[in-house]
């Protein structure tokens, strides 16, 4: 990398930090601004979205809008409506023994805020948490993924030529490039994608006590026992399996089924793909790409190690993989422990959910946990047995475009949240201001200590400290 690039990125936090210490912490109103500029964005630009998204991914245009830019939207204007609510000095008083404790308590933000996005969703993963870097009334800088080439370059023409430098802006490039920046320091690292990059990113940041907001993956579970079982049900489990070709870090990894309903299962799971991508889903519209070789290798892998119950055709030339079903994989396979990514669906039968759930191939701190069932009981040991921030019943992923919603994970899966409200707190600290009004001195609390203070401590302890 040249010196004065490298120089550039290493003065990207504090030419941000000087104008924030200029100007003071944004207004509500220029908070607001600046997110209505960048919906505009979204709306004027969002054919241009619509076709990188179908370069980098073959994401068809209702996914690029469903999934993508009107998630954004939402967000945008949830959050432009609550922002003034969030954002407003909170006071209280409390009495104790000789004086008034006054509390004056306000969100402010971080500084320079570094965001580096995915590639599975390039648009939506790399500005939903700008908006809220914004609600929190950060500077950012924002590093979309390399490997949805077309995204990132849009993304920076559009960004940099409607924000300035200070207050926005985009820088494009390799993991080389990722490096650097997470080097340099900046307030606040927020970063989505592998837990083996999040570890590096983690690692780079910890150097600087740099805080970060790392959102993994995981395998999720999707547990359908026979009270959920019904055509709709499947319906949906598939929808959210298939979508974006699989490449979703909430999609339903792995299906585990009650065994009654088994077959039936199976069955109506290929009804249902031949209805959404036809009997040839290579020439269907409504289907995506594997994004990278690499990961289509990894893909391809997973599937020699069950047997194909249905799908399973690929196409190297064109990075497509077939809607797939496995059953009867081997315990042990890698396509049980790692996280799938791909249109790629093992469904494996369970007679009783207390034995699927001691069995220990549940991941417990996966992003999500989903199960499908009338069993009040069941969905409640599903639901204490998992360690995710979320667990749905009876639908996939629709919970995670809700800004009502904080989405992030737990453990292995990441830390931090934000969506809605989350995102503006999980993008601004707590500054408290105290003022004490005092009406009578309390000697006692100085040195020499004396006995007698001592339990005066202990029987006012409460109005003392």
Known sequence: MPDNENRFLKTLPEKQREELLRQGSPSNEMRKKQLLKLKNILVEREKELTDALYSDLGKPAFESFSSEIAVLLNEIDYVCKHIAKWNRTRGSRHLKLGYIESLRKKRHPYGSVLVIGSWNYPVQLTLMPVIGAIAGGNS????????????????KEIINQAFPLEQLHVVTGD????????????????????????????????????????????????????????????????????????????????????????????????????????????????????????????????????????????????????????????PGSSVLEEEIFGPVLPVIPYTDLNSLLSSGILQRDALTGYIFSTDKHRIEQFNEYMRSSTISVNQVIHHAASPHIAFGGVGQSGYGAYHGKAGFLAFSYEKTSVRTYHYLRFSGKFPPYSERNMKALKKLRKQIL
């Open 140 to 155: 950012c800088i924002i590093k979309p993924s390399e490997y949805a080439p077309a995204v990132a370059e849009l993304l």
């Open 175 to 330: 993991s080389q490039i990722a490096s650097q920046l997470t080097a340099a320091p900046f307030d606040l690292i927020f970063f989505t994608g592998s837990g083996q990059t999040g570890k590096q990113v983690a690692d780079q940041a910890a150097k600087q006590l740099t805080p970060v907001i790392l959102e993994l993956g995981g395998k999720n579970p999707c547990i359908l026992d026979e009270t959920g079982f019904s055509a709709a049900a499947v319906r949906d489990i598939v929808w959210g399996k298939f979508i974006n070709a699989g490449q979703t870090c909430i999609a339903p990894d792995t299906l585990f089924v009650q065994h009654s309903v088994y077959e039936k299962t199976l069955a109506e799971i290929s009804t249902v793909l031949a209805d959404f991508y036809g009997e040839q889903p290579q020439t269907s519209r409504d289907y995506g790409r594997i994004c990278t070789e690499a990961h289509f290798q990894k893909v391809i892998h997973f599937i020699g190690q069950g047997k194909v119950q249905y799908g399973g055709a690929y196409d190297q030339d064109d990075r497509f993989i077939a809607p797939t079903v496995l059953t009867d994989m081997e």
